[in-house]
């Protein structure tokens, strides 16, 4: 097992704006499959990034009268501060704008399709919408505008290099049909099918350099400097990059490919077609699994900083912390589908399956531990139940976390039951034996809540093998 590898993606996100609980999800997603694997002794890697080549974020950037690079530092630097009060526990934060860490393999990337004979240079018309950074068509309009963004797009007449992406339909369909490349779940996989049926049109992969972008901005064309890649293509290379595909060295070697990319449903052409066509093109084999998740959203629509109904995950952190907001997203919400949240589920939430629940069983089992038990008990750990780890492999974290709540039902009837803080009383040495098995069914407990709340996890731990108090752990609000 010790030797068995786990890489795991997130996408990286733009930096036009803060990130919202929508791009939370992703992230605490993420965080809970790679955490739940290195508990598993699997050697395991971790990236999450940001996307900085962007239209958006340069516009983003003008509007507040801040130079973009300047912008983009604030920006992104959010974003870690974001991702450490979540506690992500990321191995590597790629940013596409690392002229070392990202940009020899993005071109590196490039040259190989275009030694595949796979690139060519066309006049392109069209439009394009800086919201989805992609070209869209006059079909997609309604009154004239993106539909998502509520803009109008972009007239652009260019040169363009394109990518031959209708040459690999055939293949990604073929490998996605024998299970190579597995897309999960099956309904995205059948929506990709279907777009797959259609057949793949060429994209175009490269734009001219704008002549408002800073230097730093944007990966050059290897061998046309008046050119630069269009954004796709250099962020989803960012899942090799990363990994030091330039020189393929040692991360390379051992991680790629990924185990997992998790992504949400809006990108999931970029990822199942576009991503596996140049990977192929490139004779990189592809990543073993696509996780496709829905959409937070906020009064049934989705949560976007353009709708205007976005939940600041720092609000929510602030006043229920960290492992609070990270059980809400891992338990509430399906994987597989659009959640909810509004603040007063999210608080009935907290009272119910958190300060009634877990903090209250803790409260329970350890002021019996502490007054009825010599000091150092030490329970073995135990097995994982099958329900547990079956639902993490097939990443579905709420049902892993339900099998976690249905335990801790179970103990609080069980402390009804057999009653310990009477027989102590009667019978001592029985006493203990109850408060004793209660202690270790509560140690195990706190190893399954590892990936999922990994403070309160730790607290359980040394509460039980070191005799140190848990304290309140979730205070009711009211
Ligand atoms: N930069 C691209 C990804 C490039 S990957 C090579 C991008 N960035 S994003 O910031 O717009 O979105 C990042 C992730 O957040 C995506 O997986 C997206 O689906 C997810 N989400 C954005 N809003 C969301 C919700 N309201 N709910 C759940 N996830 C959402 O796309």
Same mark, same amino acid.
């Given at each position: 097992?010790?030797?068995?590898?786990?890489?795991?993606?997130?996408?990286?996100?733009?930096?036009?704006?803060?990130?919202?609980?929508?791009?939370?999800?992703?992230?605490?997603?993420?965080?809970?499959?790679?955490?739940? !694997?290195?508990?598993?002794?699997?050697?395991? #890697?971790?990236?999450?990034?940001?996307?900085?080549?962007?239209?958006?974020?340069?516009?983003?950037?003008?509007?507040?009268?801040?130079?973009?690079?300047?912008?983009?530092?604030?920006?992104?630097?959010?974003?870690?501060?974001?991702?450490?009060?979540?506690?992500?526990?990321?191995?590597?934060?790629?940013?596409?704008?690392?002229?070392?860490?990202?940009?020899?393999?993005?071109?590196?990337?490039?040259?190989?399709?275009?030694?595949?004979?796979?690139?060519?240079?066309?006049? #392109?018309?069209?439009?394009?919408?800086?919201? !989805?950074?992609?070209?869209?068509?006059?079909?997609?309009?309604?009154?004239?505008?993106?539909?998502?963004?509520?803009?109008?797009?972009? /007239?652009?007449?260019?040169?363009?290099?394109?990518?031959?992406?209708?040459?690999?339909?055939?293949?990604?369909?073929?490998?996605?049909?024998?299970?190579?490349?597995?897309?999960?779940?099956?309904?995205?996989?059948?929506?990709?099918? @279907?777009?797959?049926?259609?057949?793949?049109?060429?994209?175009?992969?490269?734009?001219?350099?704008?002549?408002?972008?800073?230097?730093?901005?944007?990966?050059?064309?290897?061998?046309?400097?008046?050119?630069?890649?269009?954004?796709?293509?250099?962020?989803?290379?960012?899942?090799?990059?990363?990994?030091?595909?330039?020189?393929?060295?040692?991360?390379?070697?051992?991680?790629?490919?990924?185990?997992?990319?998790?992504?949400?449903?809006?990108?999931?052409?970029? !990822?199942?077609?576009?991503?596996?066509?140049?990977?192929?093109?490139?004779?990189?084999?592809?990543?073993?699994?696509?996780?496709?998740?829905?959409?937070?959203?906020?009064?049934?629509?989705?949560?976007?900083?353009?709708?205007?109904?976005?939940?600041?995950?720092?609000?929510?952190?602030?006043?229920?912390?960290?492992?609070?907001?990270?059980?809400?997203?891992?338990?509430?919400?399906?994987?597989?589908?659009?959640?909810?949240?509004?603040?007063?589920?999210?608080?009935?939430?907290?009272?119910?399956?958190?300060?009634?629940?877990?903090?209250?069983?803790?409260?329970?089992?350890?002021?019996?531990?502490?007054?009825?038990?010599?000091?150092?008990?030490?329970?073995?750990?135990?097995?994982?139940?099958?329900? #547990?780890?079956?639902?993490?492999?097939?990443?579905?974290?709420?049902? @892993?976390?339900?099998?976690?709540?249905?335990?801790?039902?179970?103990?609080?009837?069980?402390?009804?039951?057999?009653?310990?803080?009477?027989?102590?009383?009667?019978?001592?040495?029985?006493?203990?034996?109850?408060?004793?098995?209660?202690?270790?069914?509560?140690?195990?407990?706190?190893?399954?809540?590892?990936?999922?709340?990994?403070?309160?996890?730790?607290?359980?731990?040394?509460?039980?093998?070191?005799?140190?108090?848990?304290?309140?752990? /979730?205070?009711?609000?009211?």
């Amino acid at each position: 097992m010790a030797d068995k590898k786990f890489y795991i993606t997130t996408p990286i996100f733009y930096p036009n704006a803060k990130l919202h609980l929508g791009h939370a999800y992703t992230t605490t997603l993420s965080d809970i499959l790679a955490r739940y !694997h290195r508990l598993m002794g699997e050697k395991t #890697y971790f990236l999450t990034g940001s996307d900085e080549n962007t239209q958006k974020m340069v516009e983003a950037a003008r509007k507040e009268g801040k130079e973009p690079l300047v912008f983009l530092d604030e920006i992104v630097s959010k974003f870690s501060s974001l991702f450490k009060e979540l506690d992500i526990s990321y191995d590597q934060f790629i940013r596409t704008t690392d002229q070392k860490a990202h940009w020899p393999g993005a071109q590196k990337l490039w040259g190989k399709l275009a030694d595949s004979g796979d690139i060519y240079k066309k006049g #392109y018309e069209g439009l394009y919408c800086v919201g !989805h950074e992609a070209f869209i068509t006059e079909k997609d309009l309604v009154d004239g505008k993106c539909p998502d963004h509520g803009t109008v797009p972009e /007239f652009l007449k260019e040169e363009n290099y394109f990518f031959k992406l209708s040459k690999y339909t055939e293949p990604i369909k073929a490998k996605i049909l024998s299970g190579e490349l597995e897309i999960c779940p099956q309904s995205r996989r059948n929506e990709i099918l @279907a777009l797959l049926e259609e057949g793949l049109e060429d994209v175009s992969f490269s734009r001219p350099r704008k002549a408002d972008w800073p230097q730093g901005l944007g990966v050059p064309v290897p061998g046309d400097n008046s050119q630069v890649m269009y954004v796709w293509c250099d962020a989803l290379a960012n899942y090799i990059t990363a990994l030091g595909y330039a020189n393929e060295g040692d991360l390379y070697k051992t991680f790629w490919p990924a185990n997992v990319q998790v992504l949400g449903k809006d990108i999931l052409r970029f !990822h199942a077609a576009i991503w596996p066509a140049m990977l192929i093109s490139a004779g990189v084999p592809l990543p073993k699994a696509l996780l496709v998740h829905g959409f937070i959203t906020s009064g049934g629509k989705k949560m976007s900083k353009t709708l205007g109904n976005v939940i600041d995950p720092e609000e929510l952190l602030a006043e229920y912390g960290t492992d609070a907001v990270r059980y809400f997203l891992a338990r509430h919400i399906s994987p597989f589908e659009d959640g909810d949240i509004t603040r007063e589920a999210f608080k009935d939430a907290y009272n119910a399956d958190l300060a009634n629940g877990l903090g209250n069983l803790v409260a329970r089992i350890m002021k019996l531990a502490e007054d009825n038990l010599e000091r150092g008990a030490r329970p073995e750990p135990e097995e994982f139940p099958h329900e #547990y780890t079956d639902a993490l492999k097939k990443f579905e974290v709420n049902k @892993a976390a339900d099998v976690i709540w249905e335990r801790i039902k179970l103990l609080d009837q069980q402390i009804t039951d057999t009653a310990p803080f009477k027989v102590i009383k009667t019978n001592p040495e029985e006493g203990k034996e109850l408060i004793l098995a209660l202690t270790q069914e509560l140690y195990g407990i706190g190893r399954m809540l590892n990936p999922f709340m990994p403070t309160t996890s730790k607290i359980i731990k040394e509460a039980i093998v070191n005799n140190k108090k848990p304290g309140n752990l /979730f205070v009711r609000k009211e």
